[in-house]
């Protein structure tokens, strides 16, 4: 069956420095994959997606990288500030079908 | 421009009851998804409303059931109320075309005694 795993449950980062953040997935027939950031009590809040044609997406402070040949996707947050501490989510479908999530990776930013 | 909305905030039921949650999608969507997430987990697909016909359905059983309204808000129900079944119940939506990006509402939770 497909899944989407990430590898650290928790990540702890200065303030200040780059966070990476990875994502591994089993379904070659994923075509698109999204990143989610959820804080506590609320649901899950769209960071940047990417679909499978394309090896590289940037954003406002967020770069995703998606590796095909292993099946690897990284969110990188440059700059982490205290706002970014949340539990973030890597999900993937092919498009226009379901989201199967990973289990998520709490970051926590020490000041 | 509202996001997605659902009702209520928190529920408390106890087993054996039913439940109906409920979602507004965003401002020109049409295609509403159920997710359940339970404490600590990611969120588990439940199924996906396209033109008020279930598209697509996750692994959960029948005591889970939905419907799509012509305005395209929609409703989970949970019949038979298990105490597995508390959770965070997210809705999402996005436009059928392009098959864009799924966006979340806040979430109901739900407690099962």
């Known amino acids: 069956g497909e899944s989407v795993g990430l590898h650290l449950p928790t990540l702890s980062v200065q303030e200040g420095d780059n966070s990476i953040i990875n994502c591994a997935y089993s379904?070659?027939?994923?075509?698109?994959f999204i990143w989610y950031k959820q804080e506590s009590g609320k649901g899950p809040q769209f960071i940047i997606d990417i679909r499978s044609n394309m090896d590289k997406r940037q954003g406002q402070r967020v770069t995703v990288l998606l590796n095909k040949t292993v099946k690897h996707l990284s969110l990188q947050i440059a700059a982490t500030q205290p706002g970014d501490s949340a539990v973030y989510f890597c999900?993937?479908?092919?498009?226009?079908?379901?989201?199967?999530f990973g289990q998520g990776t709490r970051l926590t930013i020490n000041p | 421009d509202a996001g997605v909305t659902q009702s209520p905030t928190h529920l408390i039921k106890t087993r054996g009851q039913q439940v109906t949650l409920r979602c507004s999608p965003k401002?020109?969507?049409?295609?509403v998804s159920w997710y359940q997430q339970a404490l600590g987990q990611g969120p588990q697909f439940i199924f996906q409303y396209y033109e008020e016909e279930e598209r697509q359905r996750g692994n959960f059983p029948d005591r889970f059931s939905g419907h799509q309204f012509p305005n395209y808000s929609s409703e989970l129900n949970v019949n038979a109320l298990l105490l597995g079944d508390s959770a965070l119940y997210l809705c999402?939506?996005?436009?059928?075309?392009?098959?864009?990006?799924?966006?979340f509402g806040p979430g109901t939770r739900l407690t099962v005694l």
């Open positions: 999900a993937g479908s092919r498009v226009a079908q379901k989201l199967v």
């Open positions: 999402a939506s996005r436009p059928d075309y392009p098959p864009d990006t799924q966006y």
């Open positions: 379904n070659s027939a994923s075509d698109y």
């Open positions: 401002s020109g969507h049409d295609t």
